[in-house]
Every structure is written in structure tokens, then in C-alpha cells.
């Protein structure tokens, strides 16, 4: 089966770096996104990596490492707006390439 | 560009009964995964479809079904609602053709109460 792991928690102050991490247990990894979800909104996607690494866009950065099964997500400069709960999600070949989601952790961002 | 849609954005039922969703997927993307996501918990993967047909499907039951129609909206059906069926049920569209299939669209989701 599939498991993905996240602190279910995260407190940062505005201005601040914070680090969201995700580890996973899957037979048929493809590949790991994140998702940022606001209160009462839609997931909106934020990134993706299929290859170990860091990709940047903007004050976001992911990094996934395939062999330690671990990535995180990496938000710079910190805004209220970034308030949120972020999901990691594994894209995997079991389910036919489709994503499973890990429970998700809720960042609040502190004046 | 018209994003992705859902209806009814609300909805009660009992338990026993059958629910509709419904979703329009964002233009020109042929491929929509349905997911269902409890309070304070992540989406669960409920199944794909691609091109009216079924392509995927999470650890769900029977119960669950969906269709897919030639304008690419799409449909999940629910029967025999119990109490734990009550949650946001989101769907996401993608462009399964060839754009980036890693990003997926999402609506705002029904959210379902069964009493």
C-alpha cells in the first residue's frame, strides 16, 4: 500500500523561512507534488519533482530525494496569505499514475 | 479559459439514498480524477477518467461509480449513502494529451452531508 507523512502542524512568523517535509512509502513512485489548500477553497497546485533535486518558482522551492523516499517543501519570506494547509502527493504507477495525498500540514503565519 | 466547475455546491441527503455530482473539467483538458476529502484530512483518490473511460481507481467501493461524456464533463454517483460519506468530494481536471498532466485543476467541490 501507500503511505505519505507530513507534520500536521507548522507555526512561522511573516518574514520567515519554514520547511514542510514528506515522506513516503509507495511500490510504484512516479513522482511528488504539492498543493496548497486555503479554508473552505480548492487545492491549487504549487510544484512537482520527478527527479531528485531542488525546483524554485518564486518564494517556493520543492526538493525530493527518490532514494531517502523524502521531500519537502521550502516557503521563503513569509506572507499571511500563506496561511494554509499544504498536501504532498505521490504520483503513482498502482493507481494508474494518479496521485495519493498525504494528510496534509496546517502553516499559520504570525504578524 | 473556463476553470473547472462542480455542482450543487451544497447538498443534504439520508442515509440509503443515491447522490449525483457533477463536474465540467477546465477547457480542453479530456481527463478528470474525482477525490473525496474528509474534514482536516487530505484528498483520497476516488477514480480517473480519461476519454470516458475509467482509468484508475483508489480504494473505494462499487458503490462509487462515474462517467465520463463526450464534452468531458463528468459525473460521480454515490449509492446507498452512509453516515462516513459525508465530506467535500473535489474534482480536478487535467490535460491528459500531452500539456502537463502533473498539474491538476481543481473545483471548489460539493460538499455532501448525509444524515
Known amino acids: 500500500g501507500q503511505s505519505l507523512e507530513q507534520p500536521s502542524e507548522v507555526t512561522a512568523v511573516e518574514g520567515a523561512i519554514v520547511q514542510i517535509n514528506c515522506t513516503y512509502q509507495?511500490?510504484?513512485?512516479?513522482?511528488l507534488s504539492w498543493y496548497q489548500q486555503h479554508d473552505g477553497g480548492a487545492p491549487t497546485f504549487l510544484s512537482y519533482n520527478a527527479l531528485d533535486g531542488l525546483e524554485e518558482t518564486g518564494r517556493f522551492s520543492s526538493f525530493l530525494s527518490r532514494s531517502d523516499s523524502y521531500g519537502y517543501l521550502l516557503l521563503q519570506e513569509l506572507q499571511m496569505k500563506d496561511s494554509a494547509s499544504y498536501f504532498c502527493?505521490?504520483?503513482?504507477?498502482?493507481?494508474?499514475?494518479?496521485?495519493?495525498f498525504g494528510p496534509g500540514t496546517r502553516l499559520s503565519v504570525l504578524p | 479559459e473556463t476553470g473547472v466547475t462542480q455542482s450543487p455546491t451544497h447538498l443534504i441527503k439520508t442515509r440509503g439514498q443515491q447522490v449525483t455530482l457533477r463536474c465540467s473539467s477546465q477547457?480542453?483538458?479530456?481527463?478528470v480524477s474525482w477525490y473525496q476529502q474528509a474534514l482536516g484530512q487530505g484528498p483520497q483518490f476516488i477514480f480517473q477518467?480519461?476519454?470516458?473511460?475509467?482509468?484508475g481507481r483508489g480504494n473505494f467501493p462499487p458503490r462509487f461509480s462515474g462517467l465520463q461524456f463526450p464534452n468531458y464533463s463528468s459525473e460521480l454517483n454515490v449509492n446507498a449513502l452512509e453516515l462516513d460519506d459525508s465530506a467535500l468530494y473535489l474534482c480536478?481536471?487535467?490535460?491528459?494529451?500531452?500539456?502537463?498532466?502533473?498539474?491538476?485543476?481543481f473545483g471548489p467541490g460539493t460538499r455532501l452531508t448525509v444524515l
Open positions: 502527493a505521490v504520483r503513482d504507477l498502482d493507481y494508474g499514475q494518479n496521485f495519493v
Open positions: 477518467y480519461y476519454r470516458e473511460e475509467e482509468n
Open positions: 509507495t511500490s510504484g513512485f512516479y513522482g
Open positions: 480536478a481536471s487535467v490535460d491528459g494529451g500531452g500539456g502537463s498532466y502533473n498539474e491538476q485543476f
Open positions: 477547457s480542453g483538458h479530456n481527463t
